[in-house]
T-cell receptor
Framework: AQKITQTQPGMFVQEKEAVTLDCTYDTSDQSYGLFWYKQPSSGEMIFLIYQGSYDEQNATEGRYSLNFQKARKSANLVISASQLGDSAMYFCAMRETLQGAQKLVFGQGTRLTINP | GAGVSQSPSNKVTEKGKDVELRCDPISGHTALYWYRQRLGQGLEFLIYFQGNSAPDKSGLPSDRFSAERTGESVSTLTIQRTQQEDSAVYLC?????????????????FGPGTRLTVL
């Protein structure tokens, strides 16, 4: 069963605009972690932001924030003031434990293109 | 310090041959993971190692796939009798396991990957 759903295969945004990348997840666990990774055309996977299932506040890291709506099982990534260098694939992932070592389950990704 | 390294960066092989892919994790990281990424797809989990615990092999697609890890260092992913559907980028990741409340991301740091092409 698919556990991470990213419904936007591609997004096109003007530079300096904010963008929201959607992610919904499915789990019966109460303890889990949600991640966003960026994959530029070079292929490297870059960790952006993390949200634990018990965290009451939305995670923020610089221009990145995670809009966590637990009841809706959504964990959308918001990028403020987009830059040309933000053009990349973005993957949402879930770890079905709060801490420790455990595999990540990834969505299919969203390709974000920032237009000048 | 150095990040996760993988070798080779590219591997082209003929169908039916065996291949070995190597991963050097970040020093001190006790957890090591292998993923596969087919063209235009998300990452598929293959296997992970955590300290001295038995590895989680639940993602290995067939018995042609196996992996080993020497202590808390190098890991080798072996694919026997390669098939064309094995063509993909194989990504290795490592993480430092910390337990510091719910804010412990224990995020995985990824290597650059090995691009495997089976002709």
């Amino acid at each position: 069963a698919q556990k991470i759903t990213q419904t936007q295969p591609g997004m096109f945004v003007q530079e300096k605009e904010a963008v929201t990348l959607d992610c919904t997840y499915d789990t019966s666990d109460q303890s889990y972690g949600l991640f966003w990774y960026k994959q530029p055309s070079s292929g490297e996977m870059i960790f952006l932001i993390y949200q634990g299932s018990y965290d009451e506040q939305n995670a923020t890291e610089g221009r990145y924030s995670l809009n966590f709506q637990k009841a809706r099982k959504s964990a959308n990534l918001v990028i403020s003031a987009s830059q040309l260098g933000d053009s990349a694939m973005y993957f949402c992932a879930m770890r079905e434990t709060l801490q420790g070592a455990q595999k990540l389950v990834f969505g299919q990704g969203t390709r974000l293109t920032i237009n000048p | 310090g150095a990040g996760v390294s993988q070798s080779p960066s590219n591997k082209v092989t003929e169908k039916g041959k065996d291949v070995e892919l190597r991963c050097d994790p970040i020093s001190g990281h006790t957890a090591l993971y292998w993923y596969r990424q087919r063209l235009g797809q998300g990452l598929e989990f293959l296997i992970y190692f955590q300290g001295n615990s038995a590895p989680d092999k639940s993602g290995l697609p067939s018995d042609r796939f196996s992996a080993e890890r020497t202590g808390e260092s190098v890991s080798t992913l072996t694919i026997q009798r390669t098939q064309q559907e094995d063509s993909a980028v194989y990504l290795c990741a490592s993480s430092l396991i910390r337990f510091r409340g719910t804010r412990s991301a224990n995020e995985q740091f990824f290597g650059p990957g090995t691009r495997l092409t089976v002709l």
